[in-house]
């Protein structure tokens, strides 16, 4: 389904009393206004349906707007489907007139457990500025194999009219959907999430026997706290006999990226806290099943690992973006933290010299070393976005530039790979 496109919303979140006067010239206009405001408020903010039935949202409303009816959840659910029906034909139009998109697809479960796909499609237009917007989220009740996968995501490009114009497609490294995109002819070129190949070579590092049991025992502190009201506080008031930042502890979960770096830098800054209640004996009965004694060497291991994790959680959170554009940075950004951070040195103990060898490894396969480029084929728009990218960013004047922009266009109606191919020329560079 595509996104409701509306305009920035904080525009709009504050009427003037004048401008609101001169619109509402009747008790009629006042309802549908108010009513088409609140129906953009759950669509864009995601709230859920019935949200206007809400109790102390309908006391409020009573207060604000004595004399308005707030209207139920198939009144707000019409206005939003009036409103897709309304921007369609623009995303439609805009989509038409655009060469060549790419695409960016994913997988994910509801807290009641639904599964849901959603795929967004990211292009330039001819004024070579970039728009991104939803394509669809919907339910996806089948099995998630590579076949089925891949015939949703053609269904979808066939329903928008985009099966000519898909150069790639940025995906997970589940098995299934790399399977579904490399199998098939209309999503264009297989290109792995940056953000999450990351994550997945951080996930092996931490797997090694020496970090493992760290892991679990700092996990399992953290559980404990969460579970346990008398041991939460204690931990607050010893925060704040101690002075500390009265911060809760943090629980590392696999799917959320960086979360075992975000667990163990909290439980650092919280470590006399920690410490304190560990030596009561009043809080014993609170963790009768648990030792929350951590040793000396582990709260080292625990430093250690906190200062080897910390430029992978920087590097992940600028690949993850939304705002700027991050395939030129990949190459030489993975290059600089080998370089920069994963180098051995002299006083390297046995952890970190095992946990930079994994890591070290498992960076340089799929960025480094592995490439598309053979003696059978061309120079992919990725790497052009890199090389061209360099070139922007030191200084070029505004005629060599808009030549390389001409050469780039020209390369990419012939050659048709590559992913976010005009990106890396964004408005910034051209003025």
């Known amino acids: 389904m595509y996104r409701v496109m509306m305009e920035s919303p904080k525009k709009h979140c504050v009427l003037r009393k004048t401008k609101f006067h001169s619109v509402l010239s009747s008790p009629a206009d006042q309802t549908e206004v108010i009513t088409t405001a609140l ?21 409020f409303i009573d207060i604000a707007v004595p004399r308005f009816n707030v209207p139920g959840r198939h009144t707000i659910g019409s206005n939003i489907q009036r409103m897709y029906l309304d921007v369609k034909p623009m995303l439609e139009e805009k989509l038409d007139a655009t060469s060549y998109t ?23 237009d001819s004024e070579w500025k970039w728009f991104t917007f939803t394509l669809e989220t919907i339910e996806f009740a089948d099995r998630h194999t590579a076949v089925t996968s891949r015939e949703h995501r053609e269904n979808i490009l066939l329903r928008c009219n985009l ?12 098995s299934n959907i790399t399977c579904a995109v490399r199998t098939s002819k209309s999503v264009g070129e297989s290109v792995p999430c940056v ?3 990351l994550q997945c070579a951080i996930h092996r590092g931490l797997a090694l026997e020496e970090l493992k049991s760290v892991i679990e025992k700092v996990s399992s502190i ?25 911060h809760r502890l943090i629980q590392s979960c696999r799917a959320r990226w960086n979360s075992t770096f975000y667990m163990l830098e909290r439980i650092l800054e919280q470590r006399q806290a920690v410490c304190a209640i560990d030596n009561e004996t009043t809080s014993s009965c609170a963790r009768s099943s648990l030792n929350m004694k951590i040793s000396d060497s582990g709260w080292r291991d625990m430093e250690i690992l906190g200062v080897l994790l910390k430029p992978f959680e920087r590097l992940t959170t600028v690949m993850s973006s939304e705002n700027e554009v991050t395939i030129l940075m990949v ?15 002299t006083d390297d103990g046995p952890l970190s010299t095992t946990f930079k ?13 592995a490439t598309s480029i053979d003696e059978h084929c061309n120079v992919h728009a990725v790497h052009l976005a890199i090389f061209l990218g360099t070139i922007i960013s030191v200084t070029v004047s505004r005629k060599n530039l808009f030549s390389l922009l001409a050469f780039f ?8 790979v590559g992913i976010f191919v005009g990106s890396p020329f964004s408005n910034k560079y051209l003025y």
Not at 237 to 243: C, D, F
Not at 357 to 362: F, H, M, T, W
Not at 409 to 416: D, I, P, T
Request: charged share 15%; glycine share 2%; net charge positive.
């Open 39 to 59: 129906s953009k408020m759950v669509a864009i903010d995601m709230l859920p349906i019935f949200f206007s039935e809400n109790r102390i949202f309908n006391g």
């Open 102 to 124: 790419a695409l960016i697809t994913n997988a994910w479960s509801s807290r009641s457990t639904k599964s849901f796909v959603t795929v967004t499609v990211h292009g330039i």
């Open 163 to 174: 099966s000519n114009k898909i150069v790639g497609i940025v995906h997970d490294n589940a």
């Open 195 to 197: 953000a999450h190949t």
């Open 222 to 246: 953290v559980a404990h706290f969460k579970h346990s009201n008398v041991a939460t506080t204690a931990l607050i008031n010893h925060q704040r006999s101690l002075k500390l930042l009265e």
């Open 331 to 345: 190459r030489p950004l993975i290059h600089s933290m080998l370089e920069n951070y994963m180098t051995l040195n």
């Open 357 to 369: 060898n994994v890591l070290s490894e498992e960076l340089r396969n799929p960025f480094l070393i």
């Open 409 to 416: 266009k020209f390369y990419l109606c012939f050659k048709c």
